[in-house]
C-alpha cells in the first residue's frame, strides 16, 4: 500500500511551505510580509523570539493529518507535545481559516499576515508558546511531559476521536511522558477513541542530543511494542520521499485504528489492540539555513530557536535569512492579495473538521452538565453535634456511585485515583462500576475490567494529566489522592491553573469542568504510614493561584463534604481543592446547617461557644476536620473549666473567604469578617496545613496579628493519632493553654488549669508509649453540655 | 550454571524464615517474641499497623544478596523500592548484626527482639517504613518512584558499588520509575558501579493488579531490553526452587556486570554493555495465611498491609495467625538465649560488608570535603553600582569549571541540569567536562561524551534523584533548573528535606553535603517563553520546611551569587535554593560589599538610601535580583524628584533572615531587625516570589502589617522585560507610588509625582506596542548621583 496520489503530494509539500513560512515570518518580520519589497533592517523585528527547530515537524504533520481528515472524513484533534513550536501551530490554523474566525482582525489577507506575524511573541500579542489562544489546542506544552496523558484522557469515551499526540524526543526523556506511555492498558476499543502518538525524532532537545534520538530503531520498536503498540518509522530528509512515507504510513495507521475499534464495536471487547504509534526521524529546523558563520544549523540543537540571529546588523546574516525565507516561494504560495492560493487553501479540512475549529479541543461548547443526586439523601442523620463517629469519605462514595449511574448514558464522568480508591473509603462506586483494565483480568481480582471507569494508576501524574485531557475535551472527573502525594502532580495543578486563568479571559473558549481534587489520608492521620506521607503542602501551592480560579475547601465532617463536593462537581473553570481524611471522624452538622454553613463558607458554631451577649475573650478558629475536632474539645474543655472565658468558635469551609475582598472573589467583606472575628479581640486559630499560610491569607485583615495559629510543623513520625496534633502543638490541650494565654480579662483564673493542661500532655506521653493507643478520655471524647 | 550448594540453600531458605518471623513479630506482637508460651490477646498490639505483603519478597532478596556478598566479597548496597516493608528491611539488619550496634538496646536476643517488635511502628519508636533510622537505607521509599534514579546516583563514580534495587510493580507504574530506567544511558563501566534493578512482580499494588504484574514476560522483556537491559526472569510460588534460581540468576548477572566492567577498565570505554536486571515473579504476601474468613489471602493484594486482622478478638483469626508465626519455627531459628542459631548467624556478611553497615549508604562517613577554588578569583569588578551589566551565572559557570578541576581526581562532583547549561549561562563548565552520554557521539554534538559529568538529560526528577543519590552516598553537586520547573521535582524537594529533617536527629548518620538547587530563568525574565515558564513556587514549598534544614537565598548580582554559592557548596545537611536570573544584569557590589552582604544576610544599602542622621519616611525593602533592580532604580528617582523623602534601602539575600530566630537560625534577632526596618516605619518589599509569602515570613515582627509587598501576581505572558515587573505592580513606577503614599510626612508633595509616574507607565503601554521594546529610559537605566 503505498500512497498513489503524487499530484497531492506536491501540492501539500507546498502547503507545508506556506506554514513554513509564516513560521519564520512570525519569528522575523515585522513589516514587508509577502516579500514583496526587498528586505530591509527594519523590516526585522527588534527582539527575535521564537522556536524554529521544532517548527517544520509540527506543521508537516499537521499538513498530513489535513489530508487524512479530508480523505476520511476523521475527527482529528492536534496536540503538540513541543508547545514551544508555537508559531506552526498559529500558521496552520491560520492557513484553515480558524485563526480569522476567531480573530476576526487577522484577516486573510497581506494585512492579516502583517499582523499575525506583528502579534507574535510581543506586547499585547499572543505568546510564543502553543497556547490557550491558540484555536484547537487543548494543552499548551510550555512544561514538557503531558501531551500523552492529556491525549489519552480527551479520548477516553469519546469513540469517534482521534487524538494525533505529537512527542518530542527532549520531552520524551521526562518522567511524566515515558509514564504515560502505558496508557494503552487502559484504553478500550470498544467505547474510547484512539490516540495516534508521532514520537518526533529531530535529534536534539536545547542543546544536547536526545536518548531516543540516538538510540537504534530495533531499541525505539522494543521499548514501544513493550507497551503495546505498533510502530512505524517514516526516516529521512528528503522532502517528497518523507511526504510519500508518511502519507503511506498514517493510512495504514488510520486503517489499523479503525479496524480494531469496528472489531470490538461489532463483536465486543476481546483484548487490547496493538495500536499504531509513528516514529518521524526528520531534521530538528528542516529547510532552515544549513549553515550560519561556517556552522551547521540545520539538522543541529542550534537550530532550536532563532537559528540565524543580528540579521538587522549583520548583512552576511540578512542575506542568508532572505534566501531562506524566498526559499518557500511565498509568491507562489498567496496571491495578489496575500490570500492562500485556492489549490492550496482546498487541501484543508472544512467547518468543524479543520484542526483548529474541533469542537473537542473547546470541550466547554459540547459540556453536558452532570446529573447530580440530591446530595442531602448521603447526609449523615446527625441529632446532637460531636457525638457519633463516621467515615466521612464513605458518604461521598455513595455519591459517587450513584454519579456513575445516574450519568451512565453520557458516559461523561470518572474517578482517577492512584489506587486508592478503596483505602479513601470510596469503595461504594464499586458496586456499580469497575477498575478499568484491558490486560487479562483474574478470578481473585476485585472489580476490575476492561469498561470500568474508576481509574486507578499508581502514578499522580497519569491520573491528574487524564483527568485534564478529560474535562478539557467536556467532561466531569474527580481526582482523589492521599494529600501527601499529590505534591508529586503539583506543578501539573499550577500549570492547569494557568491554563484556566488564561481562558477565562478569551469568550470564544466556553467553561468546562472544574479540576476537583480531593486530598484525602491526610497528614494528621498518617500516624501509621509516618513522615513522609505527612505533607499539605498542595494547599500553600494554590494559595498562590489566582482568586479567579483558585478554591481550598476544609469540610469539617461528611455533610459539608456532601455539599463540597457538589458545588465542585457543578463549578467551571476552577481547581477546587477539598481536604479531609477518610478515618471515622465526629459529626458535626446536620444537612441543614452544613448546607448553610458550606454557603456562607465560615461561620460562627454558637452551639460550641459560650460567648452569648458579650464580646468574646477569644476566638478560637478552625479550618479542617482535625483543628475543628481539636477545637471544639478545646471549647468543651474550657467551658467546663473556665466559664468566665468567653470563647466563640468559628469554623472555616472555604479557606479563600479568609482573604481580603480585594484579592479573592470569595473574601468577606470586613464587616462580616468582623462580625465573626471581633475587631481586635485575640484569635486562636487550629488550621489544616502549614500555620504560617493563614498569615499569608488574613493579612490586611483588621489587626491581623492577632491571629496565632497553630498547625502542622512538619512533626510527624509513625505515633498514635492524637500524639500527631500533640507533637504539633494543635492538641485540644495546645489550644486551650492558647487561649487562656491571649485572653487577659481572666488572667488570674488561669495559671493552674494551665498547669492542668500540661499535665494531661505529660500524662499523655507516658501513656501511649505504655499502651500504644491513645488516653481514653481523648480517644472517646464526645460533646456534653 | 546452576547454583549446587543445596546444603547452603536450605540454611538460607531458614534464614529467610527468619527475616519472615521477625517481619510478622514487628507487625502484631508485643510480648511473648519467641512463642515461649501459648499465644494470648495481650501478646498482640492493641494497633495492628504495618505492610507484610512487600515484606517476604525483600527479606527473599536480601538473604540472596547477603550469599553474593560472602561469596565473591561484593560491594553491595541494597535500596527497597517499596520502602513500606519497613519490618522486612529492620528484622535483616538486626540479623546481620548492625542493628544491635547501632541500637545497643536491641539486643541479639530475646529481651532484643521483644523491643525490637514492641518499638515497630508505635509512639516513641520506629517508622513503618524503610526511613532515615534504618542502617544501610539512603531510600526512604514512602513516596514511591525514585529507586532507580537514587540508585544510579549512588553508582555514578562508585567503580566498585553495585547498587541493588528493588522496584515494586506498582511503583514501577510511577511516572519517576518509568523515565528512570534509561540511566543506563548515562552509566559508564569504566568509572561508574553498576545498577542491579530487582523488578518484583507480586502482581498487586494496594488493591488493583499492576501493568507489568499482568504483563507478559515476553512484553517486559521488550520494555526492558528497549532500555538497554539484559533480562532475567525469576518466577515462582515454590521456595526452593526459587532459591535456586534466584541464586543462580544473581551469580549469572554479578559475573557480567564485573565482565562488563573488567573489559572497559581494560580496554577502555567501547559500548553501553547490556547491564542485567531480573524480574521477580513470586507471589504477595508469600508465606502468610492462604486464607481467611474463606477469602484468598496469600497472593492477592489482601495481604497488602495487615493479612488478618481483629487477631485480639476474633478466636479464629488468633488461631490463623498462630499457625502462620509458628510455621516459620522459631524454635529452629532462635537459640534459648533467643540469639539466632550460629549456623544461620553464619549467613550473613562480616564488617562493613553487611548492606546494614556499608559506609556508602552513610555517605557523611566517607564524604570528602569539595577543594574549592576562592570564589572571589571569580568576582566582577564593580568600580561603581549599578553601572554595568553582566550574566551573573556566567561567573558562577566559571567557578563550577574549576571545581571540576581541582577535584577531578576525587571525581565526586558532578553538575545536573535538564539540558540548559548552555542556556542558564553555565557554559563555561564545557571547557573542561562534557555532557555524558553512553550512546553513539557524532562530530555536531558540542561537548559529550560517555566520560563527562555534565548530567543533562530532559528530566528534572532524574536530575534531581540522581543528585540525591550521589550526595547521599558522599559526594557534591548542583541542579540547576529553569525556576519554574523545579516545581516537577517540588515533591523531591520535599522529601530530601524530610530526611534530613530526621537524618541531624541521628548521631551516628554524619552529615552529607547539602542539595544546593540554582533556579534561574526566573519568571520575571521568561517574557520569551511566556506564563507557563512564570512560577516562582518552590520557594513556597521550601518555606514551610523546618528551618533546620531549609534555606533560600537571593543574591542580587554576580558577587552576591559567588558567595553564596560558595557558602553552599561547603554547607552539609540542608535543601539550598539559589534563585538568580541569567540575563545581563546591573551589578551592585564589589566583592567585599558582597562577602559583607551576604555574610550578614541582609544590610542596609547606605549608597541607595538617603535616610542619613534622620529616620527614614518609607523603607525600601528588596529580595531577588529584578526586585532589587527596580527598587533602586525607584531610589534613584525618588531622590531625583523629591529629595525631601527619606528612603532607606534594605537587601535581602538571605530570606531566612526575616523569619523570627525562634522559627529559624538565621532570623535576626529583633533589635538587629528593628535596626534595619526602623520599629513602625511603613516598608515597601519588592519581593522575587509570590508577594504574600513574605506575610507568611514576618508574621511576628514589630508591626508587621506595615510591610507592603509587590512581587510575582501570577501576572505574566510573552512581553518585553520591563512590562513584566509593569503587570505585576513592582515596577519601579509602582514602588515609587507606594512609597509615596505611604510615607505621610511629605504627602503635600506627592500628588504631581504620582501623576508622571502614572504617565510613564502609560507612556511605557503604548511605547511597547509600537516598539516591541522597552523605553530607552527603562531599558537604559544605570545608577547617577
Ligand atoms: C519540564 C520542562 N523542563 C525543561 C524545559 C525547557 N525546554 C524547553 S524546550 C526544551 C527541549 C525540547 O526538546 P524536544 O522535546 O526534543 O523538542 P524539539 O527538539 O522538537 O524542539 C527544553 C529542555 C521545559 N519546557 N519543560
Ligand atoms: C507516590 C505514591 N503514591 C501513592 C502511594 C500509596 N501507596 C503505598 S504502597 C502502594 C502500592 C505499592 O505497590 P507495589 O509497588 O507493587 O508494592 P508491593 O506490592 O510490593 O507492596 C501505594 C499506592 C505512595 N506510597 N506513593
Ligand atoms: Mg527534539
Ligand atoms: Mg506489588
Redesign the interface.
Known sequence: MVYADQGRLALMHKYWNAANYLTVGQIYL?HNPLLKEPLQPEHI???L?GHWGTSPGLSLIYVHLNRLIQEYDANIIYLAGP??GGPALLANVYLEGTYSEIYPKITPDAVGIQRLFRQF?????????V?VPTPGSIH??????YVLSHAFGAAFDNPDLIVAAVVGD??A??????????ST?FLNPQRDGAVLPILHLNGY???????LG??SDE??????????YDVHFVEGDDPMQVHQDLATTLDLCYAKIRSYQEEARTHGFTRQPEWPAIVLRTPKGWTGPKEVDGI?IE???RSHQVPVASVRSNPEHMRIFENWLRSYHPEELFDAEGSLVPELAALAPKGDRRMGANPHANGGTILTELDLPAFTDYAIDVQKPATELHESTRQLGKMLRDIFTRNAAEHNFRLFCP?????NRLGNVFEVEN?C?V????S???H?SPDGRVM???????CQGWLEGYLLTGRHGLFASYE??A??S??MS??HA?WL??SIKLPWRKPVASLNILLTSTCWRND??????Q?P?LI??M????GTVSRIYLPPDANCLLSVADHCLRSHDYVNLIVIDKQPQLQWLNKEDAIDHCTRGLSTWQWASNDEFVEPDVVMACAGDIPTLETIAAAWWLRKHIPELKVRVVNVVDLMTLYPSLLHPHGLDEATFINHFTHDKPVVFAFHG?P??I???V?GRP???RFHVRGFN?EG????PF?MVVLNGMSRYQLCIEAMRRATRVRGLTAPLIAECNDILTRH?SY??A???DLPEVRDWTWTN
Not at 499548551?140 to 511531559?145: D, F, I, S, T, V
Not at 531499541?219 to 503495546?228: A, P, T, W
Open positions: 515585522q523585528k527588534p527582539r523570539l508547545g514551544h511573541s510581543t506586547p499585547g500579542g499572543v505568546p510564543s508558546h497556547s499548551e506544552g510550555g512544561e514538557l511531559g527532549g520531552e526523556e521526562t518522567a511524566p511522558l515515558e509514564g504515560a506511555w502505558k492498558q532537545k536545547i542543546s544536547g542530543p536526545t536518548v540516538r538510540s531499541s525505539i520498536e522494543k521499548l514501544l511494542s513493550g507497551h503495546g551547521p539538522g543541529t540543537f489506587d486508592e480508591t478503596n483505602s477498575r483494565s490486560e487479562p483480568v483474574i481473585i481480582d476485585d476490575v486507578e494508576v499508581l502514578s499522580e501524574h497519569l501527601a502525594f505534591m508529586v503539583a506543578s499550577i500549570q494557568k486563568e488564561e501509621h504510614n509516618g513522615f513522609s506521607h505533607g503542602g500553600d501551592t494559595l498562590s493561584k489566582k502549614y504560617r499560610a498569615h499569608e491569607v493579612h489587626n491581623a496579628e512538619e513520625t509513625t505515633t498514635t500524639d506521653k501511649i508509649q499502651n500504644l493507643e
